[in-house]
């Protein structure tokens, strides 16, 4: 039973698990514990060269437990073995390699309270001075993308699930900015070279070298590699090299020219797969998410489907790591696209197959099984005012399932559906048009 509120707390943000070597038992992060320690929001300011700060604002309110919530799950997705974060109130720091820590923190700029992301390149004191270039002291890009793209889909995540219609944006601070004033300059994309102010401008070419996501290498980066830092490194001269060669001619990741032989060890279909992979899961978020992980539920391990952090595109590498997924294998995929009716992510798969002329074949996949097919389906046309009566015959707490798919994965792993007698009771229990789905409907 511990075990299960464990599972349920991790999958609400509300703490996360300590990941160690010693074997001394569990131990979790739980952030809603600590206390105000000191009324200090003031936003974290870092030598300029070796930090870097994102701001995000929800229409200036930040709510309570977001911040918690989101620092949990940074925490659950990017410490290292043994490494212990520094918690206090509202303020949370991480080193995530051997490289960068990372602070989140509230800031309250102009009467906005903001959640501010500050990466910070660490520096070696004892080291001769002169050896260093500058450009080790500037973060790493593939660790800045790499964070920018957890907080993307966390935030988003959160904000359409808590806040709805509240419209997250992101602001970096305007080189004009002084003790006495601040300006906070939106941004989006990363893909531009200055940003307006008043009557002069703010060069921003080090955000775009930071962020920009226009090579998808760093983009799919997987949370596998959190676990080992080294492929990060490894990775990370190819693609920076086509970073800057591929940024002065386009900006549209799509059609960027990634078949360039003088970069030698990027394999061309590769990249376009983690391509597909990198958009394929921008689609999947949400409830979407949730129906994804029921549908891969005998293709991914449990422990992984029920953590907070398994994102769509952790789920996706996580297929292409067991190949039931390559380069030029895809039709896992494509059934996938076809069970949760999402059109865009059809479009994206076909576009895939007729580019890289990826043959028609079967083998190898193991493709999703009929009755999952159908239950997928199924729990698409639940109605979702009768949830209560459902978690109510199983004897759960309606607080703890807020969806249909909480309460089948629950279901599912504790082993309640495996029987036919039991998939029938619960096909009734769905309601006619899902019984019909799941049991009827040839
Ligand atoms: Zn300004």
Known sequence: MIDFFVSLMQTFGLMCEKRSKENVGRTFYVLSRLKPLRDDTEAVEYEEKRAVSLFHDFDGYLPDDLFQRVATKFIEEFQMEDVEPTLSYEHVELNIDGHHLVILNVATINNRRLFQTTIVRTTLMNTESGSRSPEDDDPQPSICKKVLNF???????????????????????????????????????????????????????????????????????????????????????????????????TDTRTAAPLATSSLGTVNTSQEQFNNLKYDLGSLYIGERLLLLKCCLFEHVDLQHLGKSSCTANYLLNQLHERRYITPTNIRLLLEVAEISQLKDAEDLINQYVVTNKVPNTDE?????????????????????????????????????????????????SNRKLLEESERKRFAELLGPIAENILFNDE
């Open 364 to 412: 190898g996949t193991k493709s999703v099984s009929p009755y999952r097919k159908r239950l997928c389906m199924a729990l698409q046309q639940f109605d979702p005012h009768k949830l209560n009566d459902v978690i109510a015959y199983y004897g759960l707490n309606l607080l703890s399932l807020p969806t249909i798919w909480e309460l089948v994965f629950y279901l599912e």
């Open 151 to 249: 907080l993307e889909k966390e935030l988003q995540v959160l904000s359409q699930n808590g806040a709805r219609g509240v419209e997250v944006k992101m602001y970096i601070r305007c080189a004009c900015s002084n003790s006495e004033h601040t300006h906070m300059q939106v941004v989006r994309k990363f893909d531009k070279d200055v940003l307006p102010c008043r009557s002069r401008r703010m060069d921003v070419k080090r955000y775009r070298k930071l962020f920009n996501k226009i090579e998808v290498e760093q983009a799919s980066i997987s949370k596998s590699d959190t676990d080992q830092p080294s492929s990060i490194k490894k990775r990370k001269t190819a693609s920076e090299n086509s970073l800057s060669k591929v940024q002065r001619t």
